[in-house]
């Protein structure tokens, strides 16, 4: 069955770099999208960027100078990268493929 | 960006009640394509989201038929015709017309 399992350093300290992988089961990643979403804690869902089937990419246009996604289709796995982080980036991070298949979501904490 | 104007924010129902979510669109989400890519998750408290209905009123596999979309150009409405417990939650819209894809706010649904 599809499944998408996000994971993480937890801690991230004031300006340096996340780094969050997506590994996926159940389906080709040469033949579906893969999103990467936020939620920062008790407020709403953010699109931040998605690595299509054919490897190309989108960003949200107020996250694009600091995100890069990337993938590894022989380790079934997505990237994100984002730098500069700050503590308004704290929140849990969650991948999915076209909204219908989620991770369970990874939690990020921005602090020094 | 498109935004998604969500109304109500918060929303209280009986169980067995019908209530209707508005979603409303800065821009027409009718895709050179033909298809309007507006869909409804359901996010219930601690969980991932969930995938409710797609492309304005298509029911995802394994949704209860009590829910229900419809709409079109930049105004969207779910509606659930009978609350039930587990329907509790927040509601989002999001759009996958325009990059970015960006949610709506959200709207609580709570008990009376």
């Known amino acids: 069955q599809v499944q998408l399992t996000e994971s993480g350093p937890g801690l991230v300290h004031p300006s340096e770099t996340l780094s969050l992988t997506c590994t996926v089961s159940?389906?080709?990643?040469?033949?579906?999208?893969v999103y990467w979403v936020r939620q920062p804690s008790g407020k709403g869902l953010e699109w931040m960027g998605r690595m299509r089937y054919n490897g190309d990419t989108s960003y949200n246009s107020a996250l694009k100078s600091r995100l890069s996604i990337s993938r590894d289709t022989s380790k079934n796995q997505v990237f994100l990268k984002m730098n500069s982080l700050q503590t308004d980036d704290t929140g849990t991070y969650y991948c999915?493929?076209?909204?219908?298949?989620w991770g369970q979501g990874t939690l990020v904490t921005v602090s020094s | 960006d498109v935004v998604l104007t969500q109304t109500p924010p918060t929303l209280s129902a009986t169980i067995g009640q019908s209530v209707s979510i508005s979603c409303r669109s800065s821009?027409?989400?009718?895709?050179?394509?033909?298809?309007?890519?507006l869909h409804w998750l359901l996010q219930r408290p601690g969980q991932s989201p969930q995938l409710l209905i797609y492309s304005v009123s298509r029911l995802e596999s394994g949704v209860p038929n009590r829910f229900s979309g419809s709409g079109s150009g930049t105004d969207f409405t779910l509606k659930i015709s009978g609350v039930e417990a587990e329907d509790l939650g927040v509601y989002y819209c999001?759009?996958?017309?325009?990059?970015?894809?960006?949610f709506g706010g959200g709207t609580k649904l709570e008990l009376k």
């Open positions: 999001v759009q996958g017309t325009h990059a970015p894809w960006t």
């Open positions: 821009q027409s989400l009718l895709h050179s394509n033909g298809n309007t890519y």
């Open positions: 159940g389906f080709s990643l040469t033949g579906y999208s």
């Open positions: 999915t493929r076209g909204f219908a298949y």
